[in-house]
């Protein structure tokens, strides 16, 4: 069980910046999630890891050792690829012995460990089988059989699951966990599906724009967003424009309360909150925290859950999810009161 | 109008195919005057048998196709490789540069060689067909096994990598296999390329030294014979085995039977 290092990573590729000066430590035993919109450098970050490409600066180490220049078939890991690339022209077992063949594990021996995997992935049985002749669930198990065989010393995997339709994608992800678990493996996961990477995950890291913007537990990252890209990247948010003061925060002459530590009074702040953590009263009923009037634009029914769409007086747009225990009283137009908690108003970076 | 289409297409068959077909039954002809009805007799092909500068020709017409199949597979499946990588720098000129070969008239392409081939002192002969014929059938081949490259799933060579694999282990052990119906397409396209070559094997031909179509061409000169339109039924069947094989595999012509 080993962690992963990268330390001052960049890249570009011809004169279009991709990564730039990346740093982060892959815990040991951990799943790590880097989850980012397309072109935010994540997929090119695995394939440094992985050995497909080269940094232009900085260093890769694996375990303690340094890694950048070696190549991607003495670094000992595994990968599993968004199309699955299993090879066609062989069976399911002949995919999982290719690795093992490739590292001296020949003979009875390797095909005892390939059907434990197998087994493992829960496809013992499918040995004889052509990969087109599985399901894109089995060929996803295929592939991550066949990665994990090896014993790798880390895991990439570069959005395995997106092909996969909803159902199939969240059975997986249970799969997934509960084999990295077994193995203790130092898995690191590349995603643009915020809800994979909250519940997958014991480590959140968020790039933007080849740079990693915020990372930690996903709980920790999605209460505490501490950008504007964090905070809408990774789940809903509502965006409140104010000013300073000692007290708080002023929007639209209303003081609002947070527990963050605030700039000097007199300059813009940026606060962020989370339209679940917001309550909706039709009377201005609740005194403590932080209260703002808002008219009711539109409601959204979800059966379990409702979306709520209002408008501050100041015009500011709002989303308020309230799941449906009761049927709230508001009514389209009808003026209400938005309240939550000064812990759930965050100060973000604009 | 459906009848009317069919009749056209007939028509156009027609065209295509009754000159050969006529060849072929004069060659199937006991007559060596060409006369009618037809009486069917393997005569002419048993003549072949005897003919000592046929049978020559046709060992030099194999010869050369089949060095020419072999070294233009490999050169232009490499070259197709090279021109498939992602990182390759001015791949379209590179690209582009293999087209024009095929659109040079053979008799420039032939011109071109016997005044090389002198000058350099290479010379005429068998060797010197061989490199004209390769040089003639390696851009089919590129053009042939390129797009079977471009087919194969993506990543499928990363993979390997991933699992221990070196660059040429992951090209020989999964690239390769599953490039192997358009390399043999393009080997038969190669092969057939180099056995139906006239202009080119005429040009760098010696008196002695001949290959079939040669061998052909200068026999309607001096005096035609039936055995002539048996050879050519030979040479024939051999080119249309030869296509036909390439469209199977290369998945043209209205064969879909590729997997």
């Known amino acids: 069980m080993v962690g992963v290092d990268v330390a001052g990573v960049s890249k570009g590729f011809g004169a279009v910046p991709v990564l730039d000066d990346v740093s982060a430590a892959f815990a040991p035993g951990m799943l790590t999630s880097l989850l980012g919109p397309s072109g935010s450098g994540k997929t090119t970050l695995l394939r440094i890891i992985a050995g497909f490409e080269t940094p232009d600066r900085g260093s890769v180490r694996i375990g303690g050792e340094t890694v950048t220049d070696t190549p991607v078939w003495r670094r000992q890991i595994g990968m599993v690829f968004q199309s699955y690339a299993l090879f066609p022209h062989m069976t399911v077992l002949q995919n999982v012995l290719?690795?093992?063949?490739?590292?001296?594990?020949?003979?009875?021996?390797?095909?005892?460990?390939?059907?434990?995997?197998?087994?493992?992935?829960?496809?013992?049985?499918f040995e004889a089988r052509r990969p087109a002749q599985l399901s894109g669930g089995q060929q996803q198990r295929v592939a991550l059989a066949r990665a994990i065989v090896t014993g790798p010393r880390v895991l990439l995997l570069d959005e395995p699951l997106s092909a996969l339709d909803r159902r199939l994608r969240q059975e997986m992800q249970v799969e997934l966990r509960r084999i990295q678990r077994t193995l203790n493996l130092t898995t690191i996961f590349v995603t643009h599906d915020q809800e994979e990477a909250l519940t997958l995950s014991d480590t959140v890291a968020i790039l933007d724009h080849g740079r990693i913007v915020q990372s930690g537990a996903p709980a920790e990252v999605y209460e505490r967003p501490r950008s504007r890209f964090a905070a809408s990247f990774l789940g809903d948010a509502n965006f409140l424009a104010g000013t300073a003061t000692a007290d708080g925060v002023v929007v639209s002459g209303r003081l609002l309360r947070t527990a963050d530590p605030l700039?000097?009074?007199?300059?813009?702040?940026?606060?962020a909150v989370r339209p679940e953590k917001i309550g909706l009263d039709t009377a201005d009923s609740a005194a403590d925290g932080n209260t703002l009037p808002a008219i009711v634009q539109q409601i959204i029914y979800a059966g379990a859950a409702s979306t709520f769409l209002l408008a501050a007086e100041d015009g500011t747009l709002l989303r308020v999810f309230a799941q449906n225990r009761d049927v709230p009283a508001a009514a389209l137009g009808q003026r209400v009161v938005l309240h939550w908690a000064p812990a759930h108003s965050v100060v973000v970076a604009a | 109008m459906r009848p009317l289409a069919r009749a056209w297409l007939a028509l156009v068959l027609a065209f295509l195919y009754v000159p050969v077909a006529v060849m072929v039954a004069m060659g199937l002809n006991a007559s060596p005057l060409y006369a009618l009805p037809l009486h069917f007799s393997l005569h002419w092909f048993a003549a072949l048998a005897g003919d000592d500068a046929i049978l020559l020709a046709t060992r030099n017409s194999l010869l050369v196709a089949l060095v020419t199949c072999v070294v233009a597979t490999a050169i232009g499946t490499l070259a197709a490789v090279a021109l498939a990588r992602p990182d390759l720098r001015g791949r379209g000129v590179l690209q582009a540069l293999l087209l024009p070969p095929i659109g040079i008239p053979w008799l420039i392409s032939g011109t071109a060689m016997l005044v090389f081939f002198s000058w350099t002192g290479i010379g005429r002969g068998l060797h010197s067909m061989m490199l004209g014929h390769v040089a003639l059938a390696t851009p089919y081949v590129v053009l042939v096994v390129g797009p079977g490259l471009k087919a194969l799933p993506p990543n499928l060579e990363d993979a390997a990598k991933s699992l221990g694999a070196t660059p040429a282990d992951a090209f020989r052990s999964v690239t390769l296999p599953l490039l192997l119906p358009s390399v043999v397409a393009a080997a038969l396209f190669a092969f057939a390329v180099s056995l139906d070559q006239f202009v080119i094997s005429y040009f760098l031909a010696t008196p002695g030294?001949?290959?079939?179509?040669?061998?052909?061409?200068?026999?309607?000169?001096?005096?035609?014979?039936?055995?002539?339109?048996?050879?050519?039924?030979?040479?024939?069947?051999?080119?249309?085995?030869?296509?036909?094989?390439?469209?199977?595999?290369?998945?043209?012509g209205g064969f879909l039977g590729r997997r």
Not at chain 2, 217 to 236: D, H, K, M, Q
């Open chain 1, 263 to 271: 700039p000097s009074p007199g300059s813009a702040v940026t606060l």
């Open chain 1, 98 to 125: 290719f690795g093992l063949h490739r590292r001296g594990v020949r003979g009875t021996d390797a095909i005892a460990r390939a059907r434990a995997t197998l087994d493992l992935v829960r496809l013992g049985g």
């Open chain 2, 209 to 252: 030294v001949t290959t079939l179509p040669v061998l052909i061409y200068g026999a309607i000169r001096s005096g035609f014979t039936p055995e002539i339109n048996a050879v050519s039924t030979a040479l024939l069947a051999a080119s249309v085995v030869l296509l036909l094989g390439f469209a199977r595999l290369a998945g043209v």
